[in-house]
């Protein structure tokens, strides 16, 4: 089993080199009659230059349930609207102090502002692009003359204040300019804001923001809908007409698909340098398992419906688990026929998938390294 996931692998390199509809064909051929031929390869982070997207509202015409529950997750919510953002309404004034600058994020109306002075001097930003939903906090994107620089500091949910963003530097500006941030080059906003935001990217690095969509919406998915909405009022049949990201492989979906913006195994020696820090990585994590393969049962859409909210009660998660493992008691009518548990029957992911903290993070993410872990052990990277 372990030789074929690595072999699967194999075909994230192949994308990565442009060679995907290759490696489909070779790994895959089952998937050449089918839908997969009518409608293009699509991959979330490369938009083609002339893509038209017809925006969320003209597929909850007819997925209404869809619509319903995407416009409540997360990935919606990864960019804030400012008129409307949560977090900066709630927290209309944060300020912090590093060495002899003084930053404060104010709210006015419908605006919000980032500025820092040193007592004598104060630079001043409006907010226009706020990453994140907020649940573990949101980094501001601050935008001056066609350049654009990460905010020096972040507000965090936990302590409801500011703090530097992960990974910026933690000693004492060296100037005014410095203590904005960091300047971002032009690869880095574009990667920004094509994980984060729907169509503000096209060609991989040409930024659009005057098409920008906040959150990762239907068609960054789905790709472009306009045809399929064309065939569907024409009688025609739907499914030919746009992708479905569902009819991947387990492996592909979990390394390619969702990994396209959640980072793959591939990536995994840069990640393995990235220590603790680099459990944010679901498809790298869930990698490492022993339960991982192929299996759709072990795909990022076994566990998290892309539609819905996350859900957060351990319980959820046991049926998930159940379609491999057994339970002790062999007459339940429950449970695959893998190795059952010698300690627990329920709420399988609170001990197996445990919650690690990121310092500088203040938040406890999942390790998705599903395994037993031993009290006391290192943090396997
Ligand atoms: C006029 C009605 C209509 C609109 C608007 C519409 N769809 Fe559909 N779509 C359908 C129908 C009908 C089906 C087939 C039944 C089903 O899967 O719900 C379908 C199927 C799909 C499928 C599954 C395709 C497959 O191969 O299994 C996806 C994905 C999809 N639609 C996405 C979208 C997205 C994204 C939008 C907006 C860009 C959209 N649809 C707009 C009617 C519509
Ligand atoms: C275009 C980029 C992109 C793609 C593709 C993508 N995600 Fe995400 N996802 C994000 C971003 C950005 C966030 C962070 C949202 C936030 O917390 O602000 C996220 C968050 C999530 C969350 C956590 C939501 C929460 O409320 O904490 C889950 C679960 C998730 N994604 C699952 C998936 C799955 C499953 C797939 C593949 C089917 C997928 N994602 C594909 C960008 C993406
Ligand atoms: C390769 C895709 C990718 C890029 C590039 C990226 N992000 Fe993210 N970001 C994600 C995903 C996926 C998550 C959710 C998982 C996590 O928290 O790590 C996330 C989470 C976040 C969060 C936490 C949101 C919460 O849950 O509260 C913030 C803040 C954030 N990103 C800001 C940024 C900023 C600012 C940049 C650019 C300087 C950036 N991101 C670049 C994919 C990306
Ligand atoms: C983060 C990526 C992502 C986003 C955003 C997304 N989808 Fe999907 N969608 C998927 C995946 C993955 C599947 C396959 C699910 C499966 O097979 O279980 C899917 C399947 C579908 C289907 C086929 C029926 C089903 O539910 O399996 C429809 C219809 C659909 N999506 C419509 C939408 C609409 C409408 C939106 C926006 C409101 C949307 N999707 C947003 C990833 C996404
Ligand atoms: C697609 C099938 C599948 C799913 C779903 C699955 N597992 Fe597994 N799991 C396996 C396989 C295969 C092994 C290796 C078993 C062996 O060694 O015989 C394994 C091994 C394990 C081990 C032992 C790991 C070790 O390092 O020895 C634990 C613990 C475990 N699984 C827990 C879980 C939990 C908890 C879930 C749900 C969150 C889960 N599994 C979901 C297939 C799966
Ligand atoms: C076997 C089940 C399972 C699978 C498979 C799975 N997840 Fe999760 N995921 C969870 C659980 C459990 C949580 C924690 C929910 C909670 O308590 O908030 C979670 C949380 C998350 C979060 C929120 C941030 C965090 O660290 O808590 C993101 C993002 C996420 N998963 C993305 C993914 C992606 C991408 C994949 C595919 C590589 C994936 N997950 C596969 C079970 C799973
Ligand atoms: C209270 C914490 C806890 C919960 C809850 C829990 N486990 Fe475990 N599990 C453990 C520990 C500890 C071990 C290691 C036992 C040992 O080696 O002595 C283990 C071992 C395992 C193994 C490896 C068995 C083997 O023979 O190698 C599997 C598979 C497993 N658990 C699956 C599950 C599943 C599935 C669930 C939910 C139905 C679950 N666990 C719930 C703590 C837990």
Not at 12 to 29: M, R
Not at 111 to 118: E, K
Not at 119 to 141: C, E, H, L, R, W
Request: proline share 6%.
């Amino acid at each position: 089993m372990k030789k074929l996931v690595k072999q699967y692998s194999l075909v994230a390199v192949a994308s990565v080199l442009g060679l995907a509809a290759i490696a489909v064909v070779i790994c895959d051929p089952s998937k050449v009659n089918g839908q997969m031929t009518a409608v293009q390869r699509w991959n979330p982070r490369r938009v083609p230059a002339d893509t038209v997207f017809v925006g969320d509202q003209a597929c909850g015409e007819c997925h209404k349930k869809q619509f319903a529950s995407h416009e409540q997750s997360g990935m919606t919510m990864a960019m804030e609207p400012i008129a409307g953002s949560v977090v900066l309404n709630d927290n209309p004034k944060l300020s912090m102090r590093v060495g002899p600058y003084t930053y404060e994020i104010k709210r006015n109306g419908k605006h919000s502002s980032y500025s820092v002075t040193d007592g004598k001097d104060t630079v001043s930003y409006p907010i226009v692009y706020a990453f994140g939903q907020g649940k573990m906090g949101q980094t501001y994107v601050l935008e001056r003359d066609g350049k654009f620089y990460e905010s020096l500091v972040s507000f965090y949910r936990e302590s409801k204040s500011l703090d530097f963003t992960i990974g910026a530097p933690r000693g004492v500006p060296a100037s005014l300019t410095d203590a904005v941030g960091r300047l971002l080059t032009a690869n880095e906003v574009a990667s920004c804001f094509s994980c984060h935001a729907t169509g503000a990217v096209v060609s991989g690095t040409q930024l659009r923001l005057d098409k920008l969509t906040h959150g990762v919406r239907c068609e960054a998915c789905h790709g472009p809908g306009g045809k399929h909405i064309t065939a569907v009022k024409e009688g025609e049949s739907p499914a030919k007409s746009i992708y479905n990201p569902g009819l991947l492989g387990g492996d592909e979906l979990t390394q390619q698909f969702c990994a396209s913006c959640h980072r793959s195994a591939e990536e995994s020696r840069t990640l393995q340098d990235l220590h603790i820090n680099n459990v944010r990585f679901q498809p790298y994590r869930i990698f490492q398992s022993k339960c991982y393969s192929d299996d759709r049962n072990i795909s990022c859409i076994a566990c998290h419906n892309p539609h819905e909210p996350l859900r957060e009660d351990p319980a959820y998660y046991d049926k998930r688990c159940l379609e491999c493992h057994s339970l002790r008691d062999k007459t339940a009518k429950v449970g695959g026929d893998g190795k059952s548990c010698p300690v627990a029957d329920k709420n399988c992911t609170s001990c197996h998938m445990p919650k690690v903290e990121i310092p500088s993070a203040h938040f406890k993410f999942t390790d998705h390294y599903i395994r037993v872990v031993r009290p006391g052990e290192k943090y396997p990277s």
